[in-house]
């Protein structure tokens, strides 16, 4: 039987969503229902993949040092509590400096985990704040859960089946 992923958006529904780029580590705040709501979801069998935009690196406006030291910071509180994740994907382009494949709502972050973990797509599950989460997951088969920007814990429970 294959494993199944938790996909889950960045910015608003990791940590808190402050309405522009975070632009230090000081600003990267995780959300309060993150760690219940990944150990009730662990216990359900559940593996857990970042997948996050951050145009604010082809903007100019930080690096990936500073990714990197959010990403950091997140498995490290993360990892006191037993849990992590399996693999963090970021797209840092945008369109108006050059196309890519990778940013959401393109699937290619989704697909390339898939096939690395071989999670099963179908009963894997994406959540994220914005359509194009949506529609990046379901381009590959998985199911999404559209949530509001910066969730409680109930909120998160309730779109896992």
Known sequence: ????????DRDGIVNREIGRYILNINEFELLPALVPFLQVAANKGYR????TNQAGIAKGLYGH???????????????KHGLRFAAMYYCPHFPEFGECLCRKPGSLMIEKALARFGFDAGSSLMIGDKQRDVDAAEAVGVPACLLPSNPDLSTLLACLP
Not at 48 to 51: A, D
């Open 65 to 79: 040092d500073l990714v990197n030291k959010c990403h950091q910071q997140l498995s490290d509180e993360l990892t």
């Open 48 to 51: 857990f993949v970042l997948i």
């Open 1 to 8: 039987m294959k494993s199944k992923a938790l996909f889950l």
